[in-house]
């Protein structure tokens, strides 16, 4: 498996948005930058704007079921054949550039040029990495520029503290409104102030929800979510100040938040009397999002966890041992795999643990009738695959 060559800085995706013929120009942008919930914020935005009767086109970033789920439609993955056929177009177009764009630089102005094509009138864009000098902010005619809560993470291509993170994600306000989750630590807060932004869930308040899921009360509304945990209300609150600034009703601002899903984020399964979470968290900021969540589940529970190899797996142990009986630590099938060794040193001493050589290996040997699959998206789909042919 080759690693893909990463590529910081617009201009090359500018180039080619222009000989594409400028598809962005001709969408209403909604652009997402942030740490933690971009892509459930994605998907809220995107699940309201449906309700909403507007065509949408989705742009996301990894893929966890399927290349294809990265460019969606009105909720839908794009066609294979079809999205094959837009990507061979903007790569043939790519080759008049001397700046060879990179994979994924290809695949954001493949999206753009597609949602175009297919007659959207929005487009939802998640940032792939940072935001000023990632290649979705090659995008013009932008609406609204989202910020989701931000963490340390990826410290080497953004920067060490918060503050230098926080200047890496803000280079995506340019020229339109700005919605900032409150959701995030004091420091950031502070940052985004000089913007002028909507904070999103100021004066949100949680309250009782009859059935699995969220229920919570805003700005003179109630809203009900199907997705777990309480950053998930600061997400949807965030996503409904996103579609006031774009006119959209309650009614379907409502109906959209209701309808929300997203798999890897909190997914649980049940198979064979046991109940599985999948969560593809894997940051710290993330992880104390799940183990939250967990709190309000009973029961024994077990941990299968590995990670890639730049991720901060010290602090993540520290969070995720008191919460388990017991871990099975593996290596993921990714080049930028952690080494299992350096798992086993950060979970060592806090925690039984087991090592498997993947995980399926892993959910083989589980015994907890409650198993927390998580620490990467790389093997969510394998996790979920496994546990699905035993139901």
């Not at 970033?61 to 061979?88: C, H, K, M, W």
């Not at 790569?91 to 630089?105: G, L, Q, V």
């Not at 600061?234 to 009703?249: M, Q, R, S, Y």
């Not at 938040?257 to 109940?275: D, F, M, P, S």
Request: charged share 25%.
């Amino acid at each position: 498996m080759q690693q893909e060559i990463r590529k910081y800085g617009v201009g090359r995706c500018v180039q080619l948005l222009k000989l594409c013929n400028n598809p962005d120009k001709k969408l209403k942008i909604i652009h997402i930058a942030g740490t933690n919930g971009k892509g459930s914020t994605a998907e809220y935005i995107t699940s309201v704007l449906i309700a909403a009767n507007k065509r949408v086109g989705t742009f996301t970033s990894p893929q966890v079921f399927s290349f294809e789920e990265q460019f969606r439609i009105d909720g839908t993955p794009l066609n294979a054949e079809r999205l094959d056929g837009y990507l061979e177009e903007v790569k043939a177009i790519a080759k008049d550039i001397e700046d060879t764009p990179s994979p994924f630089e290809i695949q954001t102005a493949a999206a753009l040029y597609a949602f175009y094509r297919e007659g959207c009138e929005y487009a939802v864009v998640e940032c792939g990495l940072g935001g000023r000098d990632d290649a979705t902010n090659a995008i013009a005619n932008k609406k609204v520029a989202v910020i989701t809560s931000i963490s340390l993470e990826h410290t080497a291509e953004l920067g060490s503290t918060l503050t230098e993170i926080c200047q890496a994600k803000s280079g995506i306000i340019k020229d339109c409104p700005t919605v900032v989750s409150c959701y995030q630590p004091q420091e950031v807060i502070d940052f985004f102030a000089r913007f002028n932004p909507v904070f999103a869930g100021t004066d949100l308040i949680e309250e009782k929800c009859e059935k699995l899921g969220q229920a919570f009360s805003y700005k003179g509304g109630r809203y009900e979510i199907n997705m777990l945990g309480k950053a998930q209300l600061f997400n949807a609150a965030t996503a409904i100040d996103t579609c006031k600034l774009l006119g959209i009703e309650d009614s379907a601002i409502a109906q959209g938040l209701k309808l929300a899903k997203l798999g890897g984020r909190v997914e649980i399964e049940q198979a064979g009397g046991v109940k599985y979470i999948l969560d593809g968290g894997h940051n710290p900021g993330a992880i104390a999002q799940l183990v939250d969540t967990l709190k309000k589940i009973d029961g024994e529970k077990e941990l299968v966890f590995g990670c890639l190899s730049d991720k901060d797996v010290e602090s993540v142990a520290n969070l995720l041992a008191p919460c388990f009986k017991r871990a099975i630590l593996f290596s993921p099938p990714s080049v930028r795999a952690m080494d299992i060794e350096k798992i086993i040193n950060a979970f060592s001493g806090k925690i039984d643990y087991i090592t498997a050589k993947d995980v399926s290996c892993a959910l083989d040997q589980t015994t907890c009738k409650v198993v927390v699959v998580c620490g990467s998206f790389t093997f969510i789909k394998e996790a979920r695959e496994w546990i699905r042919k035993r139901q």
